[in-house]
């Protein structure tokens, strides 16, 4: 179970202090697939970085599993089955994708038919892909499919995807949806998915709707879509219905 106890996160900036996230108090329960989703700028990536590690918030607790992490590092947490895709993927000159998938699953041996199966449910054939360096040769959507691959290989309790549509032509993004949806029928790990895709939002248990760091709303995919969609409308008076109407 994670969860997060009154998190907050603030930057110095111009003299004064800017609140990234805002007191934000949440619990995942074992097993669930949970959807962020919200404006650009809303905090989502901060929030899933704080649970990682990557980013140390400013106040409040995380709790995995009843276990205090907010002091651990990314290397701790990664040991305690926490895991997160970045939006925007790093590369590794001089690292293959076979070698990726070996240091993400910890098994040194790791056969290229269980490389396979991890490529195969991004979309990617191992022959094409497994002697490849991840550098900057590969596309945009090629690496973020890798390294949903070594998010999956990496086996963790707690999987955090951050955009894993962003770049992802619709062929790729179609298998991609069936593997969440099959690694939640399984049971076996807690997801987060930050995304914008209502493909994606319809899978969740719960959506929960990120906003000026903090919880806007949360609910099931039925609750929330209409609101999401009516909350677009409204930041734009040409297409509310008051504006058309004059
Ligand atoms: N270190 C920082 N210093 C100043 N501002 C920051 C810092 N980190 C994040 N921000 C700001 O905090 C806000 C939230 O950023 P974040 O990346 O978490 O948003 P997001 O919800 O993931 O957006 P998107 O949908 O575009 O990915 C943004 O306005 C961003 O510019
Ligand atoms: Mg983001």
New binding site residues.
């Given amino acids: 179970m994670l969860e997060l106890k009154h998190l907050s996160y603030a ?1 110095h ?1 111009d003299g004064g202090e ?1 609140g ?1 996230l805002n007191d934000i108090s949440l619990t995942v329960g074992d097993g669930r697939l949970v959807v962020f989703t ?1 404006p ?7 929030l899933a970085k704080s649970i990682m590690g990557l980013v140390r918030p400013t106040a409040g607790r995380i709790l995995w599993n009843g276990r205090d992490v907010t002091d651990l590092g990314i290397t701790e947490r990664a040991r305690l089955g926490i895991s997160y895709g970045f ?1 925007q993927p790093p590369r590794f000159k001089g690292l293959t994708v076979r070698d990726l998938l070996t240091l993400a699953s910890g098994d040194e041996k790791i056969s290229k038919d269980r490389c396979c199966q991890y490529l195969t449910r991004v979309g990617l054939c191992a022959n094409d892909y497994l002697d490849r360096e991840v550098d900057a040769s590969l596309s945009g959507g090629e690496v973020k499919r890798i390294e949903i691959a070594s998010i999956l290989a990496r086996q963790g309790k707690l999987m955090i995807f951050d ?1 894993p549509e962003a770049g992802i032509d619709l062929w790729s993004f179609a298998r991609l949806t069936e593997t969440f949806e099959q690694l939640h029928a399984a049971g076996g790990a807690t997801m987060i998915i930050i995304s914008h895709q209502e493909r994606i939002i319809s899978l969740a248990d719960e959506v929960i709707v ?1 906003g000026d760091g903090r919880l806007r709303h949360r609910g099931t995919p039925a609750e929330i879509l209409p609101r999401i969609l009516a909350d677009t409308l409204g930041t734009c008076p040409v297409l509310t219905k008051e504006a058309m109407a004059q």
Avoid: A, F, M
């Avoid at 650009?40 to 901060?46: C, E, L, R, V």
């Fill in positions: 930057v900036e800017l990234i919200g650009n700028g809303g905090g989502k990536t901060t939006q955009e990120v």
